[in-house]
């Protein structure tokens, strides 16, 4: 059974930092594209960043970059989003996905809140 637990949320202030988890099970953890989407009150789901498992190839929104990093432990089958210099507009619920394009697979977690007060 697949599961992709993410961790790590919480409330911060602007400018403070975070550093979300997500953890894989399930599947060859080092096959997959592991992404990062967030969805804030009202709007839709947004990609912020992803990560390629087997080569580390990664990629960011423009809304991110510079202040959010993604990496991989392949060993625990966690990816992490260091998130710095975080703004209100980054307030979201932030999902984990993991995607396999050779057979479509396409699995999600159920996401932890991210809030930053002004």
Request: proline share 3%; net charge negative.
């Given at each position: 059974?697949?599961?992709?637990?993410?961790?790590?949320?919480?409330?911060?202030?602007?400018?403070?930092?975070?550093?979300?988890?997500?953890?894989?099970?399930?599947?060859?953890?080092?096959?997959?594209?592991?992404?990062?989407?967030?969805?804030?009150?009202?709007?839709?789901?947004?990609?912020?960043?992803?990560?390629?498992?087997?080569?580390?190839?990664?990629?960011?929104?423009?809304?991110?970059?510079?202040?959010?990093?993604?990496?991989?432990?392949?060993?625990?089958?966690?990816?992490?989003?260091?998130?710095?210099?975080?703004?209100?507009?980054?307030?979201?619920?932030?999902?984990?996905?993991?995607?396999?394009?050779?057979?479509?697979?396409d699995y999600w977690g159920k996401g932890t809140l991210v809030t930053v007060s002004s």
């Amino acid at each position: 059974e697949v599961h992709l637990v993410e961790s790590g949320g919480g409330l911060v202030q602007a400018g403070g930092s975070l550093r979300l988890s997500c953890t894989a099970s399930g599947f060859t953890f080092d096959d997959y594209t592991i992404g990062w989407f967030r969805q804030a009150p009202g709007k839709e789901r947004e990609g912020v960043s992803c990560i390629e498992v087997l080569d580390g190839s990664t990629n960011y929104a423009d809304s991110v970059k510079g202040r959010f990093t993604i990496s991989s432990d392949n060993a625990k089958n966690t990816v992490y989003l260091q998130m710095n210099n975080l703004n209100p507009e980054d307030t979201a619920v932030y999902y984990c996905n993991a995607y396999y394009s050779p057979s479509n697979n396409d699995y999600w977690g159920k996401g932890t809140l991210v809030t930053v007060s002004s």
